[in-house]
């Protein structure tokens, strides 16, 4: 039976399930969707009832079990940190400007440019700036050097960029998808619901993820600065210097640091307390587990051996030949450098993330089941 988006608003969105990924408002083929000013979707024109909003909405049900199988052809481990893992690199653009704007080691930022000059995609899924407002942050189908560069650099704020496959939806051409872990669980099961827009997308690059915050949180942190919205030419959550740090670049031309970069982890963690988006604290996913490939940050001090001298480089994590064929073609080009870990040398400092990520969401579901609040069905025992 074919669910209207009036499902979608009862069963997902009023009872705190929506992860705001953007894939809804995406998919609908007559466009009769859009983000409200706090990401959530809603209805602004008619509603067919086709039921691909409800069937490809990541907040309320994943799979997984079956979404492991399909994608490895391996059992779901729920022991299993890190998910299945071909591979592991720490890897880094040849290009010096591209590895110092991203916010590790620029490797998402270099790939991308990569298969955009090799012919291999027409543009990228990524999240970028608001052009109206510029420490906003927006969905952006990138088919330029240019955008792409724009793009570079992680964004910790809610942001339902997945809104952006309406546009490719009306294009030719192939295209590469930058998506947290919640957003690529509605990927993978827009697959299923409409295989005819999934097949436009050439590959699918993860990003590591504990959380991400309200829309507010930085604009509060810029208030609290004495910083006012209309002086911003452009906000970074990652700028001023690795490991970075909320940096404002001002239409004088000054720029201002929120907070001195070496503190990046403390700070960010607090805002986290503070701003955090609650549908994250039910998320299990930490590594994009179901990506092509899946980036985070590298703590090169984690690591006495030789890795400890790479700094400014990039954590990444195979998980398909689509994905080894990608690295490999762009390092043969001279596009990118990369070094394999030896097995079972994945960063202490992430396993503990996503350790910490699935004993939050263990906190979350249970007090959720004592106010008789229905929680995401993953299909495994939390």
């Not at 039976?1 to 990924?21: H, N, P, V, W, Y």
């Not at 086709?50 to 022991?79: D, I, M, R, W």
């Not at 991400?212 to 959550?237: V, Y």
């Not at 955090?276 to 179901?290: K, S, V």
Request: hydrophobic share 40%; with cysteine.
């Amino acid at each position: 039976m074919k669910k209207d988006f009036s499902a979608l608003q009862e069963q997902i969105i009023s009872q705190g399930l929506c992860t705001r990924c953007g894939v809804c408002i995406g998919v609908c083929p007559v466009g009769a969707l859009a983000p409200d000013e706090n990401s959530h979707p809603v209805i602004q024109g008619k509603c067919t009832a086709c039921g691909f909003c409800t069937a490809c909405c990541p907040g309320a049900e994943v799979n997984l079990p079956a979404l492991a199988n399909k994608f490895s052809g391996k059992e779901y481990c729920y022991e299993d940190l890190a998910g299945h893992v071909e591979n592991s690199y720490v890897a880094h653009p040849v290009d010096l400007a591209t590895r110092q704007a991203g916010a590790s080691g620029g490797l998402v930022t270099g790939l991308l440019l990569y298969l955009l000059e090799k012919g291999q995609i027409d543009g990228a899924v990524i999240v970028g700036a608001d052009p109206e407002h510029p420490y906003r942050t927006k969905g952006i189908l990138a088919t330029t050097a240019k955008e792409i560069r724009n793009g570079a650099q992680s964004k910790y704020c809610v942001t339902p960029s997945m809104e952006v496959l309406q546009e490719i939806r009306k294009k030719q051409g192939r295209f590469a998808v930058v998506a947290l872990p919640c957003q690529i669980h509605g990927l993978r099961k827009l697959a299923q619901v409409d295989p005819k827009l999934f097949a436009k997308i050439e590959v699918i690059f993860g990003l590591y993820c504990t959380c991400t915050m309200e829309p507010n949180g930085h604009m509060e942190a810029m208030q609290a600065a004495g910083i006012k919205q209309e002086e911003i030419a452009r906000f970074d959550f990652r700028g001023g210097g690795w490991p970075g740090g909320m940096f404002v670049q001002k239409k004088d031309g000054a720029g201002q640091a929120l907070h001195p970069s070496k503190t990046f982890g403390t700070v960010i963690n607090v805002m986290f307390r503070l701003f955090g988006a609650q549908r994250c604290y039910l998320c299990l996913d930490g590594l994009a587990e179901y990506a092509d490939l899946s980036f985070g940050d590298f703590w090169a001090f984690d690591y006495p051996d030789e890795f400890s001298k790479l700094e400014r480089c990039t954590l990444v994590s195979q998980r398909t030949a689509k994905g080894l064929e990608i690295l490999r073609n762009a390092e043969e080009d001279g596009a990118i450098i990369r070094y394999k870990l030896p097995e079972k040398r994945t960063s202490k400092r992430i396993m503990a993330m996503v350790r910490g990520k699935r004993s939050r969401a263990a906190v979350f579901f249970a007090q959720r089941q004592k106010k008789g609040l229905p929680n995401p069905n993953y299909h495994i025992t939390i």
